[in-house]
């Protein structure tokens, strides 16, 4: 008993050194040189100020921008502080936001359906993407607000929609921060 | 539901089939000790950990040997983590300058990851340092695992063998599953996760400046709003990607950051979840492979496997149909599946995954012991939600966690044969072995002590309203499967939740962490029991009366038992939970 005490406080030990610390350092080492951006959390730098990551989703409300999902990650997409509503579905409090937000968005858009992806969170509260059918929906705002023909944001949210990976996983979708940046250098040079 | 949607499933499943076979194969010839490929490279580091510890690899154990080692390892882990999360403040690697982890939940955690059950009662970004998450709860997902396999190893081996006192050596058999089989995966995993943009880094947390500046109301304790306007977003960063592989292969399911699988950090593309639901099932299938190499019944192996995939396909049917349909109290919304959305019920569930992929993650992590998520299972439709919860009560036995789900599996197979037996009037046999009353004693303690605490503790936290109830997110039946879906999941070792339910409270820290204990240990030692027993045992020839285990009618049976136990036992309390929700929810009622 006491020599396999011995035993398994050395293999505690021993193992921990092994996989609790050489084998993330290795991995980071390899991966800080294969895939630095990625490794790094793809962060996107403007006139060298940070703005955000590529992957990670960011709020929006203004009418000149396509906004993003409702999020329950802190005060709204809080990337230190990720997570969902856990609403069930038959909880008041799901209904009565979704109501909240249906009834904000078609002020702009009366008597549309909105697109249900548009009015639920994510389970990370930080989804950087909406549908395209949430995308479409925006456009006739966001072109009106900014003074763009709806072809040409159209074009730009074509360039930032993803496709199926490798044509049939996942689902189709629309990058909103890459989306809405992009719509600020197109209005800049308008 | 859509076509697409159906072939991912089918291939996902395809690709779990096509690998099990060679993997099975593989497991087989390291455990046995039989050369492999990989004997260059793990071999010394392997003779380096047995000559510092002093492990005679030689030596064989007596099951009781085996099991009071295996418990003494995970005692000394167990305490070496919790010290960890307790000092974490003056360790290095915490840029975050995080606290030192609350006693309770320090507790809470330690059991829950030396269990591979990984129930999060804490915001990981929050609350744990870079190094407690590298050297105690990344380490203990290796090893829960590891001893999960090498656990399923010796029962096989107390089937195979005949009048043997042992069941091999608990060290070797836990180092070659780490060194042979997770740890090679878990790098090149690594990084093929990184190549798709899950991070892995040590920097402190990035400061970006927010494209539009929001104003936020919020509303404080004492009740009074207040507003602010928030300019910034703090993105947690981490060396992610090495905890995420062996989270998922290991199927522990704890994530490094709160969102877990949802999360763009752990999993952010849908080539990384199709990679992450593939690597949950892949080791536990295999086993079924090594169980078949190793008794030298390769049919039965299969056998088993059918069982596993016959349970897997109803219960992503169920949850897939389930999702796919709009909530019908939610008004003004298009639920609608096109070729521009995916519809059905979004809340909790993330764009790049649809409902397809969140409910195949969902049937997948809880047909398993991982319990990672890709979406929220707190806001799954009710019938959604029932899958992953009757997944766990089934015993994790649908493919199951790594070497649990197989142990888990071969109690049903020994209760099949018993039934069989008792139809026939003849003494059972299992490939060989006489089953006989002690084994069937052992089996059935395994088969109660999981119902006995995951139905005792949740009826407790029912009758008590500040401790149980305070806690509750939701009202009405869910708040029922709230507390029902936490005791299942801490029994099962499972770690997936209700998410809702605040559970890091001194009630729930405590009696989660029972739970999770009783649903690891308590069951281990019958089921060691077994295996010592029937090793010991003689071989009979088979005769025309035996009822062989490797036919459809077997397969037929096994899944009949596994369905009439988990029915019997846990129907009344779903009824009451998700059930009713579902009616009522058709009836327009809500919460």
Same mark, same amino acid.
């Given at each position: 008993?006491?020599?396999?005490?011995?035993?398994?406080?050395?293999?505690?030990?021993?193992?921990?050194?092994?996989?609790?610390?050489?084998?993330?350092?290795?991995?980071?080492?390899?991966?800080?040189?294969?895939?630095?951006?990625?490794?790094?959390?793809?962060?996107?730098?403007?006139?060298g100020?940070?703005v955000?990551?590529?992957?990670?989703?960011?709020?929006? %409300?203004?009418p000149?921008?396509?906004?993003?999902?409702?999020?329950?990650a802190?005060?709204?997409?809080?990337?230190?502080?990720?997570?969902?509503?856990?609403?069930?579905?038959?909880?008041?409090?799901?209904?009565?936001?979704?109501?909240?937000?249906?009834?904000?968005l078609?002020?702009?858009?009366?008597?549309?359906?909105?697109p249900?992806?548009?009015?639920?969170?994510?389970?990370?509260?930080?989804?950087p993407?909406?549908?395209?059918?949430?995308?479409?929906?925006?456009?006739?705002?966001?072109?009106?607000?900014?003074?763009l %023909?709806?072809?040409?944001?159209?074009?730009?949210?074509?360039?930032?929609?993803?496709?199926?990976?490798?044509?049939?996983?996942?689902?189709?979708?629309?990058?909103?921060?890459?989306?809405?940046?992009?719509?600020?250098q197109?209005?800049?040079?308008? | 539901?859509?076509?697409?949607g159906?072939?991912?499933?089918?291939?996902?499943?395809?690709?779990?089939?096509?690998?099990?076979?060679?993997?099975?194969?593989?497991?087989? +010839?390291?455990?046995?000790?039989?050369?492999?490929?990989?004997?260059?490279?793990?071999?010394?580091?392997e003779r380096? =950990?047995?000559?510092?510890?002093?492990?005679?690899?030689?030596?064989?154990?007596?099951?009781?040997?085996?099991?009071?080692?295996?418990?003494?390892?995970?005692?000394?882990?167990?305490?070496?983590?919790?010290?960890?999360?307790?000092?974490?403040?003056?360790?290095?690697?915490?840029?975050?300058?995080?606290?030192?982890?609350?006693?309770d939940?320090?507790?809470?955690?330690?059991?829950?990851?030396?269990t591979?059950?990984?129930?999060?009662?804490?915001v990981?970004?929050?609350?744990?340092?870079?190094?407690t998450q590298?050297?105690?709860?990344? @380490?203990?997902?290796?090893?829960?695992?590891a001893?999960?396999?090498?656990?399923?190893?010796?029962?096989?081996r107390?089937?195979? +063998?005949?009048? /043997?006192?042992?069941?091999g050596? @608990?060290w070797?058999?836990?180092?070659?599953?780490?060194?042979?089989?997770?740890?090679?995966?878990?790098v090149?995993?690594?990084?093929?996760?990184? &190549?798709?943009?899950?991070?892995?880094?040590? #920097?402190p947390?990035?400061?970006a400046?927010?494209v539009?500046?929001?104003?936020?109301?919020?509303?404080g304790?004492?009740?009074?709003?207040?507003?602010q306007?928030?300019?910034? !977003?703090? $993105?947690?960063?981490?060396?992610?990607?090495?905890?995420?592989?062996?989270?998922?292969?290991?199927?522990?399911?704890?994530?490094?950051?709160?969102?877990? &699988?949802?999360?763009?950090?752990?999993?952010?593309?849908p080539?990384?979840?199709?990679? !992450?639901m593939?690597?949950?099932?892949?080791?536990?299938?295999?086993?079924?492979?090594?169980?078949? +190499?190793?008794? #030298?019944?390769?049919?039965?192996?299969?056998?088993?496997?059918?069982?596993?995939?016959?349970?897997?396909?109803?219960g992503?049917f169920?949850?897939?149909?389930?999702?796919?349909?709009?909530?019908?109290?939610?008004?003004?919304?298009?639920?609608?599946?096109?070729?521009?959305?995916?519809?059905?019920?979004?809340?909790?569930?993330?764009? #790049?995954?649809?409902?397809?992929?969140?409910?195949?993650?969902a049937?997948?992590?809880t047909?398993?012991?991982?319990?990672?998520?890709? /979406?929220?299972?707190?806001?799954?439709?009710?019938?959604?939600?029932?899958?992953?919860?009757?997944?766990?009560m089934?015993?994790?036995?649908?493919?199951?966690?790594?070497?649990?789900?197989?142990?888990?599996?071969?109690?049903?197979? =020994?209760?099949?044969?018993?039934?069989?037996?008792?139809?026939?009037?003849?003494?059972?046999?299992?490939?060989?072995?006489? $089953?006989?009353?002690?084994?069937?004693?052992?089996?059935?303690?395994?088969?109660?002590?999981?119902?006995?605490?995951?139905?005792?503790f949740?009826?407790?936290?029912?009758?008590?309203? !500040?401790?149980?109830?305070?806690s509750?997110?939701? &009202?009405?039946?869910?708040g029922?499967?709230?507390?029902?879906?936490?005791?299942?999941?801490?029994?099962?070792?499972n770690?997936s939740?209700?998410?809702?339910?605040?559970?890091?409270t001194?009630?729930?820290n405590?009696s989660?962490?029972?739970?999770?204990?009783?649903?690891?240990?308590?069951?281990i030692?019958?089921?060691?029991?077994?295996?010592?027993?029937?090793? #010991?045992?003689?071989?009979?020839?088979?005769?025309?009366g035996t009822?062989?285990?490797?036919?459809p009618?077997?397969?037929?049976?096994?899944?009949?038992?596994?369905?009439? =136990?988990?029915?019997?036992?846990?129907?009344?309390?779903?009824?009451?939970?998700?059930?009713?929700?579902?009616?009522?929810? !058709?009836?327009g009622?809500?919460?």
């Open positions: 008993m006491r020599r396999n005490l011995i035993t398994a406080v050395l293999y505690t030990v021993v193992t921990t050194v092994i996989f609790g610390l050489i084998y993330p350092l290795v991995v980071t080492g390899l991966a800080q040189l294969l895939f630095h951006d990625k490794a790094n959390g793809q962060l996107i730098y403007k006139d100020q940070l955000g990551s590529r992957i990670i989703g960011q709020p929006f %409300s203004a000149q921008y396509f906004h993003s999902r409702p999020s329950a802190g005060n709204g997409y809080d990337a230190a502080n990720s997570g969902g509503s856990n609403y069930a579905p038959t909880n008041k409090k799901l209904i009565d936001r979704v109501a909240g937000d249906v009834a904000a078609q002020v702009d858009h009366p008597g549309q359906d909105v249900i992806d548009l009015v639920t969170a994510s389970g990370s509260g930080l989804d993407d909406i549908t395209p059918a949430a995308a479409e929906f925006q456009v006739a705002r966001v072109a009106r607000e900014r003074h %023909s709806e072809d040409a944001v159209r074009r730009l949210i074509s360039e930032h929609t993803n496709g199926r990976q490798l044509g049939f996983l996942g689902e189709p979708r629309v990058n909103v921060l890459l989306l809405n940046m992009d719509l600020d197109a209005s800049a040079a308008h | 539901m859509t076509a697409n159906w072939f991912q499933v089918f291939f996902f499943f395809a690709l779990v089939l096509l690998c099990a076979k060679p993997l099975g194969a593989y497991m087989a +010839r390291v455990f046995e000790r039989e050369r492999t490929w990989a004997d260059g490279i793990f071999r010394p580091i380096f =950990v047995y000559r510092i510890t002093g492990i005679d690899e030689t030596r064989e154990m007596a099951w009781t040997e085996y099991a009071v080692v295996m418990l003494l390892f995970s005692v000394v882990t167990m305490l070496a983590t919790y010290a960890i999360e307790r000092l974490q403040h003056i360790l290095p690697l915490n840029p975050q300058h995080l606290a030192a982890v609350a006693p939940l320090a507790l809470n955690t330690a059991a829950s990851f030396t591979n059950t990984n129930w999060q009662s804490y990981p970004e929050t609350t744990m340092s870079y190094l590298m050297l105690t709860l990344a @380490f203990h997902n290796f090893f829960s695992a001893v999960g396999m090498a656990l399923v190893v010796a029962l096989i107390g089937i195979s +063998r005949r009048e /043997s006192k042992t069941l050596n @608990f070797v058999d836990t180092t070659r599953a780490c060194l042979w089989v997770l740890l090679p995966a878990c090149v995993y690594a990084l093929l996760l990184v &190549s798709q943009g899950t991070v892995q880094n040590f #920097r947390y990035d400061q400046k927010l539009q500046s929001q104003t936020v109301t919020t509303t304790t004492d009740g009074k709003t207040a507003t306007t928030v300019t910034t !977003q703090n $993105i947690a960063q981490g060396p992610t990607a090495s905890q995420e592989a062996i989270k998922m292969l290991g199927t522990n399911g704890g994530g490094f950051f709160n969102g877990n &699988s949802a999360h763009p950090f752990e999993n952010p593309t080539l990384t979840n199709l990679m !992450q593939f690597s949950i099932f892949v080791i536990p299938a295999a086993l079924t492979v090594t169980l078949g +190499r190793m008794t #030298r019944a390769p049919k039965h192996g299969w056998a088993v496997f059918a069982a596993m995939a016959a349970l897997f396909f109803v992503v169920v949850a897939y149909y389930a999702e796919a349909q709009p909530n019908p109290l939610l008004h003004s919304v298009d639920q609608h599946v096109a070729a521009t959305q995916a519809g059905g019920n979004m809340e909790g569930k993330e764009v #790049r995954f649809g409902i397809a992929n969140s409910a195949l993650f049937t997948v992590t047909d398993a012991s991982c319990g990672a998520v890709n /979406s929220m299972h707190d806001s799954f439709m009710p019938l959604g939600g029932l899958v992953p919860m009757v997944n766990i089934l015993g994790e036995v649908i493919f199951g966690g790594v070497g649990a789900g197989l142990y888990g599996m071969l109690i049903f197979v =020994v209760l099949a044969v018993f039934i069989a037996g008792l139809m026939v009037g003849r003494t059972p046999e299992y490939l060989g072995k006489k $089953i006989e009353s002690y084994d069937v004693k052992m089996a059935m303690l395994y088969v109660l002590i999981f119902p006995l605490s995951i139905l005792g949740s009826a407790v936290a029912l009758m008590m309203p !500040q401790l149980g109830l305070a509750l997110a939701n &009202s009405g039946p869910h029922l499967s709230e507390i029902l879906y936490a005791y299942t999941s801490a029994t099962g070792n770690g939740a209700f998410g809702g339910l605040s559970a890091n001194h009630w729930y405590l989660l962490a029972a739970a999770m204990l009783i649903g690891r240990f308590l069951m030692v019958p089921m060691l029991a077994i295996a010592g027993n029937l090793a #010991r045992k003689k071989l009979v020839p088979p005769s025309p009822f062989p285990v490797h036919t009618l077997f397969t037929v049976l096994l899944v009949g038992v596994i369905l009439i =136990v988990g029915a019997l036992t846990f129907f009344p309390a779903l009824s009451l939970g998700p059930i009713l929700e579902h009616l009522l929810m !058709q009836a009622k809500s919460f």
